[in-house]
Each structure stands twice: as C-alpha cells, then as structure tokens.
C-alpha cells in the first residue's frame, strides 16, 4: 500500500551511518528532516542534511514526544542501532519511560517497538518504512566482492540461515556463528558485532557470521543491515565470511565494505 509522504519528515536517529544516509537521500528529493539523535556518533553529520537536529537520551521519551509534536511531525522513521542494553544502565529514564517499562509484559525487541509505535500513532504519528528512502541501499542475491565461497562454506552458511531464522522467530537476534556446521554464537541482547567477538573468539579462527530478517519481519523498525565496522570486527577476530539474506539487508557504505573484504580475503554474499 503506497502513502502519500509528507514534505515535512521525522527521524529518530541511533548509531551509525544509515540514518545519515537516509537524510541525505530525503533532502535530496525536496524533503525537509527533523532529526532526533540518540546517539553522539553520527550528531554532527546528520546537521548536514537536516532542517533541525535535537540530542535526547532514549530514555527521554515525554521531551522526545513534545518535540515531535511541536516541530509538526506526522511521519516518522526510526533508523539506526539503539541498543537495549540502555534498559540495563537506566540512564535519564523520565516518568513516561519507567511507566512505559511497567506496562511491558516482555521487553523483547518486537514488543518494545510495537509498544513504541502504539504510543506514536496516539499523537498523531505514522511510523514509515525503513526502507523507504533508501530502497538502493538494500542489497540483491549473489557474492558482492572477489572472494567466491568454498564448499564447505556454503554448508556453514546454509544451517546458519536457517538457524538464524529459528532464531528470529522466537525475537531473539538476527545473527548467528557457525563453524564447521557447529554453533558458535547467536546473537543476544549485545548486537551483530559482540556476537561476532563472542562467536569468533570460541571458533579461534573461519567463523562465519549468518544474518537474516526475521520471518515476519516488521519493516518499520530493525531492518537487518551490516557496514565496514562489521568488517572490521570480521577481520579483528578472523571470521572468513559474512552472509545475509538477499533483497531484506542494507549494506551502507557498500563500495568501502567490498574493498575492504576483497583486501582482507573476507567473502560477503547475499542468500
């Protein structure tokens, strides 16, 4: 179903380089960007491509609320790494945030953000699809750089897939680490790339990292996306090969990415 975008749009900005992309990509095309960073890494570069860039906590939700409201948003994305350790270090949790906690049966991905969602649809808010500003970014079927795949590696990254995706049907991660048809790692609270140091440092060396959308993926939040630093985490704990699944993962800084795993003789495939 299409949607009539609005000139005016929001964004709630975690780590990394995809939410600067997606401001980039929404200027370009005549779109003014109101940012809500969350994150320190990225605040400067996202005041590039955006109207207004406003630095909360993610525990700040009433300020974050009455932002949104006052700059007019009615059309918001969520991009970029929130990590949910933050639930962990509390850090400025306001009221309306502790509260929101209570109410949570589960504190799984999919819960919090459906909850999140919910709490934005009541003012007014319509949540967008990740994609949606950056469909070039998500990457096709095939080997991305030099490095072809050996057998035994396509058997590793066969279970993989479907491990990973057992996984994410029970909303646990997206990622896991294989090796020799042996589990190493799957992914946690901690995120692809503490996975990759946890699965990596067990194998010792030729971990292969397998990461998928979940099956019933909900593109308005947690999109899987990978970028250099995955590489350089690759390449740091001697994993050998990265796949993901084909038409439903962003790669953001894909040139970078495959120049980097074709120096390193790292493989990056899409399934």
Do not use: H
Not at 2 to 27: N, W
Not at 40 to 61: A, I, R, T, W
Not at 138 to 159: C, F, H, R, T, W
């Amino acid at each position: 179903m299409s949607i009539a975008l609005e000139q005016r749009q929001g964004l709630i900005a975690g780590d990394g380089l995809l939410p600067v992309k997606m401001a980039q990509y929404a200027k370009e095309n005549g779109f003014d960007v109101v940012a809500i960073s969350l994150s320190n890494d990225n605040y400067k570069q996202l005041k590039k491509y955006c109207s207004k860039v406003y630095s909360f906590c993610p525990g700040e939700v009433q300020k974050i609320e009455d932002t949104l409201v006052l700059e007019g948003i009615k059309q918001l994305t969520f991009l970029g790494k929130v990590s949910k350790t933050v639930l962990l270090k509390r850090p400025k949790f306001d009221e309306r945030a502790i509260d929101f906690i209570k109410k949570a049966i589960r504190l799984n991905d999919d819960k919090v953000m459906l909850m999140i969602i919910e709490e934005m649809e009541k003012i007014g808010i319509t949540i967008l699809d990740q994609t949606l500003f950056i469909k070039n970014l998500m990457i096709p079927s095939g080997v991305l750089g030099k490095i072809q795949p050996s057998a035994e590696q396509i058997e590793d990254v066969n279970y993989g897939y479907w491990l990973a995706k057992e996984s994410g049907k029970l909303d646990i991660g997206q990622s896991v680490i294989i090796k020799d048809k042996m589990i190493m790692a799957v992914e946690a609270i901690e995120g692809t790339d503490k996975c990759i140091k946890r699965g990596c440092k067990i194998a010792k060396k030729n971990g292969r990292i397998i990461k998928v959308a979940k099956p019933a993926q909900d593109k308005r939040f947690d999109i899987p996306a990978i970028g250099l630093r995955t590489l350089k985490t690759m390449k740091k704990y001697k994993a050998d090969l990265i796949a993901v699944e084909a038409g439903e993962t962003i790669i953001v800084d894909q040139e970078e990415v495959i120049k980097f795993a074709n120096k390193n003789n790292i493989v990056v495939m899409a399934v």
